[in-house]
């Protein structure tokens, strides 16, 4: 099936250690991302890479780096985890449509990965 | 900076029946797009309908319409002849142009009832 996949589904962990997520698309979209949805339901842009090329990093603490070894990939690790980490994590893909020219396009998300730090 | 607001934290609406879902936004820019995204208890970001903000028609698609109005900076939804399967979170986000950004409002929880 053609889609954004993430791993893991869930995360439960421990404050303080570190943990990675990792999204993969087979869209062959040039754009990934990740977005965090607080426990509000309220969805921010963290990240963004273009064919691996960093393009968008928000107000993010520097414990959060995205690494992607290829465009297909956009893996998130967060070191020494807080509770308030705690939230979903959607990894999403687009790209450029002629149509719509650069932005516009719709993104594709991945079913989330809710982390859960005690 | 840009700003979307949904006014509707919760909304329902019987089966059949029609429901509209407000959005508005601020922004200074005068190219965007606006999107619709609905999140059902799957928790799937699910995309709806998009609206070029140069496009004075209003989007369509099957049962989900746009009021879009430019000047009001106004985005509302309508969902015609809901079904069951409509139930979930409904967002609004917009997008400039030549930007990957999409900033979403806070949600409107959609209860379709039979």
């Known amino acids: 099936d053609t889609a954004v996949s993430q791993t893991p589904k869930y995360l439960v962990t421990q404050m303080g250690n570190d943990k990675s997520i990792k999204c993969e698309q087979n869209?062959?979209?040039?754009?990934m991302y990740w977005y965090k949805q607080d426990s509000k339901k309220f969805l921010k842009i963290m990240f963004s890479?273009?064919?691996?090329?960093l393009i968008i990093n928000e107000t993010v603490p520097n414990r959060f780096s995205p690494k992607s070894p290829d465009k297909a990939h956009l893996n998130l690790h967060i070191n020494s985890l807080e509770l308030g980490d705690s939230a979903v994590y959607f990894c999403?893909?687009?790209?450029?449509?002629?149509?719509w020219g650069t932005g516009g396009s719709p993104l594709h998300f991945g079913n989330g990965t809710r982390l859960t730090v005690t | 900076a840009q700003t979307v607001t949904q006014s509707q934290p919760e909304m329902s609406v019987q089966e059949a029946e029609t429901v509209t879902l407000s959005c508005t936004y601020d922004?200074?820019?005068?190219?965007?797009?606006l999107f619709w995204y609905k999140q059902p208890p799957s928790r799937q970001m699910i995309l709806v309908i998009r609206?070029?903000?140069?496009?004075?028609q209003n989007a369509t698609e099957n049962r989900f319409s746009v009021n879009f109005q430019k000047a009001a900076k106004s985005f509302s939804l309508k969902i015609s002849d809901s079904q069951l399967g409509d139930t979930a979170m409904y967002f609004c986000?917009?997008?400039?142009?030549?930007?990957?950004?999409?900033?979403f409002g806070t949600g409107t929880r959609l209860q379709v009832f039979p």
């Open positions: 999403a893909s687009s790209r450029e449509d002629e149509r």
């Open positions: 922004t200074s820019e005068n190219n965007y797009y």
């Open positions: 609206q070029e903000a140069y496009k004075q």
């Open positions: 986000a917009f997008m400039t142009y030549n930007t990957d950004k999409l900033i």
């Open positions: 869209l062959g979209h040039d754009t």
């Open positions: 890479y273009n064919n691996k090329e």
